[in-house]
């Protein structure tokens, strides 16, 4: 089962998507990944957020990026948005993500940073998985070396 939805706006995206698995994959988290775009593909993309087992959804999105507040439009399980630089050096995705109404928060990180996406997830899996935490805490002491 997985604990990680990841869903790409399109498969322009696919490389961020990829540093995401890696780092899912070096922890041991499942995880499954999508294209839906938030505009052209609205119902499927409703159907894959309300049929995942998921716990965290991490939404890989340039332009506009829509995808990160659609999604959290349909769930209450975090969504970390993953802005792409398209156009104007990914500003415009990265304040598309981070400027969602009141109620409905999505976590941002940097442009194009999957991996943060990834570990971000695994923190907030972390918090109820103790050999998940326990893993973490190891690449954060390494990390210090």
Known sequence: MQKVQIILGSSSDEK??????????????????????????????EGIVQNSSASVFIAIAGLSAALPGAIASHTIKP????????????????????????GIPVAAVGIDNGKN????????????DAKLANKLADYRAKMKR
């Open 16 to 45: 961020i998507a990829q540093d995401c698995q890696k780092v899912l994959q070096a922890f041991g988290v499942e995880c499954k990944t999508d294209i839906a775009s938030a505009h052209r593909n609205p119902e499927k993309l």
């Open 117 to 128: 996406a990834a570990l971000l997830a695994v923190e907030i899996l972390a918090l109820s």
């Open 79 to 102: 969504v970390i948005g993953v802005p792409v630089n398209v156009k104007l050096d990914g500003l415009d995705a990265l304040l598309s993500v981070m400027q969602l109404p009141s």
